[in-house]
């Protein structure tokens, strides 16, 4: 009875999402210029934190400019609430008629917040570009720079999870704008994007590993600048990966029972 | 055959009560206490395949409940449900693709692309092979004149192209079935006679089942003979709107304008409807008086000006049965 399973219609909305996110040119180039104006003033702050303390021993001036750059460089890619769809379905109840068509829900999301993403990593390069007229940045060897992409994978992911998550508490409260502010403070702080965990005092730093939004910046960050050596790659994505099948979990559990919500309640 | 069959349908809500005023909703942050509502009680009907049927009932009579359950995003409470062969919440996406749904309210078009691409869209979701679906094209964008507007995104049509690009939406894949819910709201005439044409044009040419909810008689009186009024979550009549009108349509009503205004104003077999300054409305049974003799018993007790006679209209027979309940035999029962 159940129709056969067709890539088709997701390969459709992730084109689709491209597109729509195409039609938003302003957005855009303010995102580039934003990451441009922000590389420059975190160098700005960093060459004067540096000036005046001692420097870390694992993160000299260069490695933490490069840190901080490759970072907003990600963040065109990380900072996007790809699942945002979800919530507005939820407010708007449109999430019915996705309902009564012969779409797998859950997949429709992912193939829509996909072609976002891969809409805006598409900007990655010229902004990359860019960037390089205001500041320098070290290129790693090719087994550091392949662990790098890889471990940038899986913090896509992880990010992925915990908006997934994120949104779906939208299927109770409607409401999620408080608790997105959290954890978007979090994550600011505690991921790593902005300030290296390892300059952290030790305790923090304890707290900040053992959270999953280390899994997203931090991990394939501290693996670029090289904090993280090759005999410890492994186990770094092996964490990650930990908390990819964590998190997944959690989101799918908060799927189902959602989504049963919408059925048995109407939404 | 019948192609849709439900027999007993019930669906109760859970609901968080709340308390008025602030407090209250402080109060309902920490104890919540929850009401049950019925939204529908008890439905019980068949369509055969090809049938245009009017579900008609006041808001919150549960219209849309069924139409929810009907297309498998709500799981009913108690009752069978079957669908062209599939019970639709057991088997949400087989019975997604021999539906349609329209809702007035709601569009399902994509709100930044073109139209075109969100056929396109619908076309991969559906399956629908390339050869059919630029017939399909073809024929819709003629009817409905969707051509001046297929490249222009979604968020800027107006209303009335909304809807026509909806309904081309819904039908691209050609389902046996299509739901529509208040799919004329808020257009001008227009616009509601180019979707009146469509969904006639459908139903007859097609042999697409159509369940059509609206609060537009109008809809209903141009497109289908049979209609189910559905009242408090209950199904009240169900049958031919002609029974309806015949059963119902027994009386009219005799508009007289008095020369001065009588303040006690009497006439043995007539009801006073409603009086507005000289002008009132005398409700008469047609079989036990004729109009001849009404005006007749008027003129010998009043000076007037002028008389009409209406009819009752559709609306008017709805309204009277949301408001006293329908009742079987209407016609012989005194009022």
Redesign the interface.
């Known amino acids: 009875m159940r129709p056969r399973f067709r890539f088709e219609p997701y390969v459709q909305f992730m084109q689709k999402a491209m597109a729509r996110e195409a039609t938003y040119r302003f957005d855009v180039f303010t995102s580039v210029a934003s990451v441009l104006v922000r590389v420059y003033l975190l160098r700005m702050v960093w060459v004067a934190l540096y000036a005046r303390n001692a420097a870390p021993s694992e993160l000299p001036l260069h490695a933490i400019i490069t840190y901080s750059t490759v970072a907003l460089l990600m963040g065109l890619v990380m900072d996007i609430d790809q699942t945002r769809l979800l919530y507005e379905k939820l407010h708007t109840g449109g999430i019915a008629t996705d309902f009564m068509k012969p779409i797998i829900v859950p997949l429709y999301l992912f193939a829509d917040g996909s072609g976002e993403v891969i809409f805006h990593a598409v900007l990655i390069v010229p902004s990359l570009l860019l960037a390089l007229l205001i500041v320098h940045i070290d290129v790693p060897g090719p087994l550091t720079l392949a662990t790098f992409f890889l471990s940038f994978g899986l913090g896509y992911l992880v990010g992925f999870c915990i908006n997934f998550i994120l949104n779906c508490v939208a299927f109770w409260t409607l409401e999620i704008h408080a608790m997105q502010l959290i954890v978007t403070w979090v994550t600011d702080l505690f991921g790593g994007e902005i300030i290296p965990l390892v300059i952290f005092p030790a305790f923090l730093q304890k707290v900040a590993f053992a959270l999953p939004f280390a899994a997203m910046f931090s991990t394939p960050l501290l693996i670029y600048v090289g904090v993280i050596k090759p005999e410890r790659y492994a186990a770094a994505l092996g964490l990650q990966a930990f908390w990819i099948v964590v998190l997944g979990l959690i989101a799918t559990l908060m799927w189902r029972a959602g989504a049963k919500r919408v059925v048995v309640q109407g939404g | 055959m019948a192609i849709i069959e439900a027999v007993g349908l019930r669906k109760v ?3 968080l009560e709340r308390q008025p005023g602030l407090g209250g909703a402080v109060r309902a942050l920490f104890s919540r206490t929850f009401v049950d509502k019925v ?1 529908v009680d008890d439905v019980s009907f068949s369509l055969d395949a090809g049938e245009l049927v009017g579900y008609i009932g006041p808001n919150g009579a549960g219209k849309s ?1 069924t139409i ?1 359950m009907l ?5 009913p409470t108690a009752g069978t449900l079957h669908v062209a062969g ?1 019970v639709p ?1 057991q ?4 019975n ?2 021999n ?1 349609g ?1 329209v ?1 007035g309210q ?1 569009s ?1 078009l ?1 709100w ?2 073109p139209l075109r ?1 969100s056929f ?2 619908l076309r ?4 629908v092979p390339r050869a059919r679906y630029l017939e399909n094209m073809k024929h819709f964008a003629e009817i409905l004149d969707l051509e001046r507007f297929l490249s222009t ?1 979604v968020r800027q049509l107006s209303l009335g192209e909304r809807m026509r690009g909806d309904f081309a939406a819904a039908m691209l894949h050609d389902p046996k079935i299509v739901f529509l819910d208040e799919p004329t709201i808020g257009l001008d005439v227009i616009a509601k006679e180019a979707i009146r044409e469509f969904i006639s044009m459908v139903n007859k040419e097609r042999g697409t089942t159509v369940i059509l909810t609206t609060h537009d008689l109008a809809d209903v009186e141009r497109l289908s003979r049979r209609i189910i009024l559905i009242d408090e979550g209950t199904v009240i009549y169900d049958g031919s709107l002609e029974r309806l009108r015949e059963e119902y349509g027994t009386h009219r009503t005799l508009v007289v304008t008095l020369a001065e205004s009588y303040p006690e104003l009497a006439v043995p077999g007539a009801e006073l409807e409603s009086r507005d300054h000289n002008t009132v409305r005398l409700r008469f049974d047609r079989r036990r008086l004729t109009a001849e003799a009404l005006i007749r018993r008027v003129t010998e007790r009043y000076q007037i000006i002028d008389v009409a006679i209406t009819e009752p209209d559709i609306d008017s027979i709805v309204r009277r049965i949301y408001l006293e309940g329908y009742h079987e035999g209407v016609v012989g029962a005194p009022s």
């Open positions: 809500f859970r609901s939204a409940t929810k297309t498998g995003i709500l799981v599939i919440y088997n949400r996406m087989a997604a693709a539906i749904v809702f709601r399902q994509y930044d692309l691409e396109e869209l991969a979701i559906y399956d995104p």
